[in-house]
């Protein structure tokens, strides 16, 4: 009973360096997103997929690219890591609008 | 102004209390509310989802009053292990299930 499951859970990364935080389900969701908290500003949507194939920005996008080759995977990848991006990065997924969305434990990345 | 807003407290109430929070929405095309629950250092989780006829799921009542564009959340009775941020999370119509968050407020319960 997995759920969401995003890998790793903590990450420090050099100015520039690029990594791909991963995340998978296993409750056939077709919508899958990806957030970013930082204190005093919430969760915001970087990017997200309603379905397999398909991916859209979100509110903060710059920096990141996603894919979605499959329902159960939607990676994001930082292309060249700067110290704005520390923040904690969580991956979500629903069945639908309106439903329920399941969050992943989360990502600490460190930029130095 | 943010598309969702919420006081971030802290609320300090001592066990037993009835503790009520507030979070308004900018934006009238929104169509669906929730509140989500997040303990420190962990992931969001959905508390419950918010009605336009209000509903309760036992000690919290939440309700929405769509022509001032706010939702409240009440919680009665309050336990220690309510302490946590309570996120308001708006949808907003026609955006494939984009969620929307609140800044969250925080609550602390004490003996």
């Known amino acids: 009973n997995a759920g969401v499951t995003q890998t790793p859970k903590f990450q420090v990364l050099k100015t520039g360096q690029s990594m791909t935080l991963q995340c998978a389900q296993d409750m056939n969701h077709e919508y899958m997103s990806w957030y970013r908290q930082d204190p005093g500003m919430g969760l915001r949507l970087i990017h997200y997929?309603?379905?397999?194939?398909?991916?859209d920005q979100g509110e903060v996008p710059n920096g990141y690219n996603v894919s979605r080759s499959t329902t159960e995977d939607f990676p994001l990848r930082l292309l060249s890591a700067a110290p704005s991006q520390t923040s904690v990065y969580f991956c979500?997924?629903?069945?639908?609008?309106?439903?329920?969305?399941?969050f992943g434990q989360g990502t600490r990345l460190t930029v130095v | 102004r943010k598309e969702v807003e919420q006081d971030p407290g802290p609320f300090n109430v001592p066990e037993g209390a009835t503790v009520a929070f507030n979070c308004t929405y900018s934006?009238?095309?929104?169509?669906?509310f929730f509140w989500y629950r997040q303990d420190c250092r962990k992931e969001p989780k959905l508390l419950m989802s918010v009605y336009s006829s209000g509903n309760e799921d036992g000690r919290f009542t939440a309700q929405l009053n769509r022509a001032s564009q706010y939702i409240s959340l009440l919680i009665r009775d309050s336990k220690l292990s309510d302490s946590a941020t309570y996120l308001c999370?708006?949808?907003?119509?026609?955006?494939?299930?984009?969620?929307?968050f609140g800044t969250g407020t925080r609550l602390q319960v004490t003996l």
């Open positions: 997929s309603v379905g397999a194939g398909i991916t």
């Open positions: 934006n009238s095309a929104s169509q669906s």
């Open positions: 999370v708006v949808i907003l119509t026609g955006t494939a299930s984009k969620l929307t």
């Open positions: 979500a997924s629903s069945r639908g609008v309106g439903a329920e969305a399941f």
